[in-house]
């Protein structure tokens, strides 16, 4: 995909589902936009740069007409991540990572097996929790932002040089009072005051993301042509101007490429980590991994099924995998409220929770080719049940996954979770 670089000109809002009338607190929108309102915002931004016919849609009771149209409805983007003058793009730090006490070292959560459930459920129980390997430190806690060589370095188990980039270096919080605003009128509702916490960037501070059109047929009808003459945006929720920079090299280029699994024909582990939040259609279990009532053991698995789903968001979900594969645990953060505002029926989107960029999914693979074709479904691919195409769902794999010295090997693991 091309790659885009945003350059906010002023403040940014991007709220989440937390009220901001009077009195009910603040508005969190001091953060990255959700990977669908910036996926959004390039379009509405498009539409508007090459004038497209659009079609009418009347609202009961109003004068005003709403608009819809299918122009650009082929576009597929990735992202956001932060990128920085000094560091390049930026990539957030997993949530399975921890500094010891002397903050010396990077250490990793192992998996530790799980005894049998006592009694049957349907919920979804993992087979593994992830433990820390020393004692938990809460000053050895990693926030922030990993750039893309201290990555590749998480990612192929080493441990040098992973002090992340704070937050505060990229963008600052600053607060500000607004006034509501009627949708009917247009005008100020009186009395009705909201505070809300901006996003400042920093000078050298830009938002990362990539964009192009699936539809073949988009070069020939002037779509394709508008990704490369468009220079701005309108973005936030109050529509603020940023500029829009287009990538000629892509910083991402040495992470797209799916790792190899150096083990031998024995089962392998596999850890992927989300770098963009993700909606799944069974709250932190995603939709592609099925968890079978009714086994001889008693113990419910996430078996993945990515070759059976229906819902295509590539190619590369067509052909099934070659042998079994499990999800058997997670290291989750705190769910994302995602909202937002339908122009169309004029009311408020369901209130939906993402799972943060961060998380990190565990799976087992019953052999290295069965880890390397599920690798390659997962490395860099929309892997969110929703807004897949909105650049929601995108992570990363390591191999670099390991059970818990008190834990049995990994080939009796296998054999509990995939004998018949």
Request: glycine share 10%; proline share 9%; net charge positive.
């Amino acid at each position: 995909m091309p790659a885009y670089l945003i350059e906010p000109t002023d403040v940014l809002f991007f709220r989440d589902g937390i009220p901001m009338s009077a009195g009910m607190g603040k508005g969190h929108g001091c953060r990255l936009p959700f990977p669908s309102t910036l996926h959004e915002g390039f379009r509405a931004s498009l539409l508007k740069h090459t004038s497209q016919e659009v079609t009418t849609k009347g609202v009961r009771g109003r004068d005003h007409k709403l608009i819809a149209t299918k122009a650009f409805s082929s576009m597929r983007s990735a992202g956001p991540l932060p990128w920085h003058q000094d560091h390049g793009v930026l990539l957030p730090v997993p949530l399975d990572a921890a500094f010891n006490k002397e903050k010396t070292c990077l250490h990793r959560l192992e998996l530790l097996v799980q005894p049998r459930p006592t009694s049957p459920s349907d919920a979804f129980h993992p087979a593994c929790l992830p433990v820390a390997t020393t004692p938990p430190d809460k000053h050895g806690a990693l926030s922030g932002w990993w750039t893309i060589a201290q990555y590749q370095t998480y990612l192929q188990g080493g441990s040098a040089d992973l002090q992340p980039v704070p937050t505060d270096e990229l963008w600052r919080a600053e607060h500000r009072i607004g006034v509501q605003i009627d949708p009917g009128s247009f005008a100020a509702a009186e009395g009705q005051l909201f505070a809300g916490k901006f996003l400042r960037s920093d000078e050298k501070t830009r938002i990362f993301f990539d964009a192009e059109l699936r539809d073949s047929a988009a070069a020939t009808n002037g779509e394709g042509g508008a990704l490369e003459t468009i220079h701005w945006l309108l973005l936030g929720g109050e529509q603020r101007i940023a500029r829009l920079h287009s990538e000629k090299t892509d910083p991402l280029h040495a992470m797209r490429r799916p790792p190899v699994p150096t083990t031998g024909d024995g089962p392998v582990l596999l850890k992927w980590v989300l770098i963009t939040p993700a909606i799944f259609a069974h709250g932190s279990l995603p939709g592609w991994c099925s968890h079978p009532a009714g086994k001889p053991d008693g113990l419910p698995i996430g078996r993945v099924r990515l070759g059976a789903s229906r819902r295509k968001v590539n190619n590369a979900s067509a052909a099934p995998l070659p042998g079994k594969a499990a999800l058997v645990s997670w290291c989750l953060g705190r769910p994302q409220t995602v909202t937002g505002w339908d122009n169309m029926e004029q009311q408020a989107k369901p209130t939906q929770l993402a799972v943060p960029a961060g998380s990190v999914f565990y799976f087992l693979c019953e052999n290295a080719a069965t880890a390397t074709a599920l690798a390659q479904k997962l490395h860099w691919q929309p892997r969110s049940d929703h807004y897949g195409e909105k650049g929601c769902g995108y992570g990363l794999v390591s191999f670099d996954a390991r059970l818990h010295p008190t834990s049995p090997d990994i080939r009796h693991l296998a054999n509990t979770l995939f004998k018949a």
